[in-house]
């Protein structure tokens, strides 16, 4: 079970995070929440380590 959220940088960035150790940081916070959404609905245990 993963549970994503989205944190704004000071950079403007939004970084996009989960629990299991997962991120990516985004340009916007729109593409940041569609990230969080899919890496949360997605079975991401294949994807956790990268
Ligand atoms: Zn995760």
């Known amino acids: 079970m993963h549970y994503a959220d989205t944190t704004t940088?000071?950079?403007g960035?939004?970084?996009a995070f989960c629990?299991?150790?997962w991120s990516a940081v985004h340009?916007?916070?729109e593409s940041?929440?569609?990230a969080a959404e899919?890496?949360?609905n997605d079975d991401a245990?294949?994807?956790a380590a990268a």
């Open 9 to 11: 940088n000071d950079n």
């Open 13 to 15: 960035t939004v970084t």
């Open 19 to 21: 629990y299991c150790g």
């Open 27 to 29: 340009d916007t916070q």
């Open 32 to 34: 940041a929440d569609a």
């Open 38 to 40: 899919y890496h949360q």
């Open 45 to 47: 245990d294949d994807y």
